[in-house]
């Protein structure tokens, strides 16, 4: 399942653990990519909210098409608030073949960032703002508004 | 009765509404001006599986949920 | 410039220091590659040789190519014997912008693969034995012997 | 003299010729047994520099290397 963190992520611990981990599973590739919140914006913080049982949904389908590939998943998010220059999210794949993993890394990433159902909030001034304009519409919305 | 729940920046408590499908459950949601602007962009689930059919029938105890446009990481 | 160890990566060690130097840097995105000898073929490890200043010219390149994205890079490779279920290299991307991570961590890894002056070995019954079926002649390759 | 390193697995000590272009080294290698095996795969490299230039000159002490086929990681 997705690990899901109160507050920023402790990225050395998760990543020296999921290395450790894979290292009797023949696995050969290990590529996590690490997120961290970026000062911008004037920002003091992201913070996340979490919706767990459609991630888990989203996140054993993915593990799914991993293991028809031969690989495997891995996923932390941060839920709350995480300050600027502290990390938010690791996604990593694991996989004997280089090339499967390369490409599952990137399509994991993209889908996670389009499809997760997570939401963002800039924390400026000790405020919490939804961050609207950099979110996406999930697939198949709208449909309750069709009529108006 | 089913249950309507608001995910995410809607910022609304659970509604408990009757309604036989997912049409139903629009009409009164579009009638309702604190999640009326949310519905264009927001995806729906039922029992937390994700689903665009409106006429999808609904039965007692059922959880109907809005997610609004995410971004996650 | 690469950083070379004698023998299997510290791997915690090194994605914890990068990952730490990276965090006042507004970089957002860090994708490291890790590689890890697999159990196949009888072998008992692998071994490399390197051939440093040719590394160094290939790598400078490559960080002048990330740097006019916007990006950075870091790698460590294993020299002489690695061990299976060890780690023998590691290539990283850090960036402020997801995509130019993704495509560039995929682009570095297999020019990597391609040019790097490094030479394999796979350790068989203590025998050193040139992996020369799953080596790459370098561009440019065959010049001397073109009259044969 | 110009030296002819051999790196990786060729695994022959260093030559020093007389060549004054790359052509020459050329010459002297494919009448070498023990490397003629190799150029047929091998780049070359002048001072640690990549060339495929066989009129590429070279002056005294100058380095020229062989490298055969690579495989990191």
Redesign the interface.
Known sequence: MVEIFEGSLP??AI??RW??A???R???????????????GGIEALS??I?E??LA?WYEAWQTKAAALGARLAMA?SRGDVPV??S??IAAVFS?K?RV??EL??AF??D??????????DIIDGKRI???E??????????????? | MVTVEFLGPIGLEDMHVEASTLGDVARILQNDERVSAWLATSAVAVNDELTSNLSKPLKNGDKVSLLPPVCGG
């Open positions: 990225v050395e990543l020296a290395y450790g894979s290292l009797g023949n696995e050969g590739a290990f590529i996590p990519f690490v997120g961290t919140v970026r000062a911008e996340f909210d919706y049982p459609i949904r998010h220059h502290t938010s999210y004997p280089r993993a390369l890394i990137d990433v993209e996670f960032k389009a499809q997760a159902p997570i939401w963002k909030y939804y961050a609207r950099r979110s996406t519409a999930l697939v198949g919305s709208g449909i309750l508004g069709g009529t108006q």
